[in-house]
């Protein structure tokens, strides 16, 4: 890989670039910039900016692009700032361009049910916005507060995906600034499209090392009328992970397969000050089914909930209203941050392993923690194989607990890899995970990846050393 | 202990159509659901129940679909169902209810405790649950927050009041009207749904009551009338003001006075 040399930004660059922005209060230089913009929300991966840019619109974000293209300026990209995985983090400082200005929905075209949004809005917003017209974006991540240009970075997947899939299968086109400050458009309100190349595939995903999305049309659907959830006490976790493969193969299609345990339930009950509606047991799966009428869901979940009790469920717990369902789905929405204030630290791991593995991996996890000396937690979509787990620091040593958490990372990717799974379910790759997707991926698809960085992105300046950089 | 709960069939949607020209609340076709208030009720019974034993029934007033919210309570757990419906009942406001309830529960049995939710959220009252209690001559206890303490002949509870949160010990039997977040309440299960599918729900007409004269109940026995319902006003309109403290609490207080609320 060349030595990238990369101009450092001064009085003279910050000048010019305030001319093409205009207002002062949309940059910011050396002490105003606040700590927030040098890590992302789990914040092992840590790098200042030089200058932080608040774009208004796509000819700003090109302008910008174009005098740090002519001055080989490093530029990364940042929404809310929610990854885990260090992506929106400037490892070789430079330019973060700050989207989150960029906040407009612009058109909501219901003869061709897609929304036009800016990168900058909030999924809150956005799910809250289609829901008023009684539309429906399916893709539904955990975190309410991200972007929707960060969710297409990610290709971020979310509970529903079981049914309908990810963040990459509701996006038709998106508006594009590349690299050189060039404005371009891929894809558009088209159904179908075999027309070349599906570049704006290839910007889903890229964590934003390809180009900067500045507008994205996405594809909606009619709102469910209803919703039903089933939450299933197992005596064991065991059991319940093992029931979750019987569930798919009995072709019933719950939008969400997920699987909690009770530790991870008591944390969430402490973070939000809020008890959970069932404490029978020390596992849990968490269904949802969707439909038009109660009376249709009723049907699709009478054979799952049976299904379950033949396996041991000790219950079926059904959640038919808008109470019953926050006191269990804000529960899970929380597991994250809930785990975070568990502990002094921790790291994750976000693999996706083939849904008929999801046993073994929860178990590997589970028996792992003695050997490597590590509180391991875990939950996750059962339902599509992506299971995040979580290594907890507690009072260990920052060296000790690099070292045990190294040893936990190498085995459990190892683990994925002998299960047919993948580094990444919807997180990302970022920085912190480049390591283990060298170690997963042939060294073709390694160079096919960066190849189409090169053709990109020349002068590697849109957010290097990030993915397949390494 | 034998406990009598008072449930409710509300709207599902607070997005609530009336009717412009009787001002009376659309149910028919509208999705509905157990009044979320009433479930709060529903787990204090329980929770009371795993302690002492005895029975929790269930009581609601209302058309024949009513009944669904009494099988959910049957699915959460409850032991009986009890459904006050005649057409000579409907229309009936606060004092009309309260008195139809407490003719419902004096023909079906002696309960120790009758609990309530704080309010249902169509009519919005708070009233029905202390009116019940007048009619039967028990005590009755709003707001309730806690039970400390049951005993066969006593209850001990805490209650919100304005000021302050008073403990009372209060003799059986009672009415209590417990407040959101005593307990949180459990979920209706699939296995006891199954279970109590075809269990008999005890049907009350005005012919089932110690008093059968009907210019007592609904429309008739009801002293009050609603005028008008109408969803309140709500304005997105802000306002920023800057300036130091004196000056915008000053700023503040006109504002207030100029909108009428001192």
Known sequence: MPNWTYHTIDENDVLNLRALIGEEQRMLWKEQISEDYSHDELGGTSSWPELVIKPVSANEVSAVMKYAYEHSIPVTARGSGTGLVGSCVPMEHGIILDLSLMNNILELDEENLTLTVEPGVLLMDLTAFVEDHDLFYPPDPGEKSATIGGNISTNAGGMRAVKYGVTRDFVRGLEVVLPNGDIVEFGGKVVKNSSGYDLKDLIIGSEGTLGIVTKAILKLLPLPKKTISLLIPFPSLEKAIQTVPKIIKSKAIPTAIEFMQKEVIEDAEEYLGKAFPDHQSEAYLLLKFDGNSQDEIERAYAKVADLCLEEGALDVLISDTAERDESIWKARGAFLEAIKGSTTYMDEVDMVVPRSYVNDMVEYLHSIQREVGLRIKSFGHAGDGNLHAYMLKDNLSDEEWEKRLNKAMDLIYAKARELNGQVSGEHGIGYAKKMYLKESLAKDNIDLMNGIKQVFDAKNILNPHKIAQL | ?262
């Open chain 2, 1 to 262: 202990m034998n406990i009598l709960v008072c449930i409710k069939q509300v709207p599902e949607s607070n997005k609530v159509e009336v009717d412009p020209v009787t001002g009376v609340i659309k149910r028919d076709g509208a999705a509905s659901k157990m009044n979320p208030y009433d479930l709060y009720a529903l787990e204090t019974a329980f929770r009371i129940q795993e302690k002492m034993g005895g029975v929790v029934d269930v009581i609601s007033m209302g058309p024949p679909q009513a009944q669904e919210v009494i099988r959910e309570a049957f699915a959460m757990g409850a032991d009986h169902g009890i459904l006050v419906s005649d057409r000579s009942f409907g229309g009936a406001d606060v004092l009309a209810t309260s008195y139809t309830l407490s003719q419902g529960i004096k023909s079906s049995g002696n309960y120790d405790l009758i609990l309530c939710g704080k309010q249902t959220i169509d009519g919005d009252t708070a009233q029905v649950g202390a009116e019940i209690a007048e009619w039967l001559q028990i005590p009755s206890v709003n707001n309730v927050l806690e039970i400390k303490e049951v005993h066969d002949d006593s209850i001990t509870i805490s209650m919100d009041l304005p000021q302050e949160v008073e403990v009372a010990k209060i003799s059986l039997p009672c009415l209590l009207s417990v407040d959101q977040d005593i307990f949180m309440p459990r979920l209706p299960s699939y296995v006891k749904k199954k279970a109590t599918k075809d269990r008999e729900i005890k049907v009350l007409s005005l012919k089932d009551m110690e008093d059968t004269d009907a210019s007592h109940y609904g429309l008739n026995g009801s002293p009050t009338q609603v005028q008008r319902i109408f969803p309140p006003t709500s304005s997105k309109e802000k306002e920023m003001w800057d300036g130091s403290s004196a000056v915008l609490a000053d700023q503040l207080f006109h504002k207030i006075e100029e909108l009428k609320f001192v």
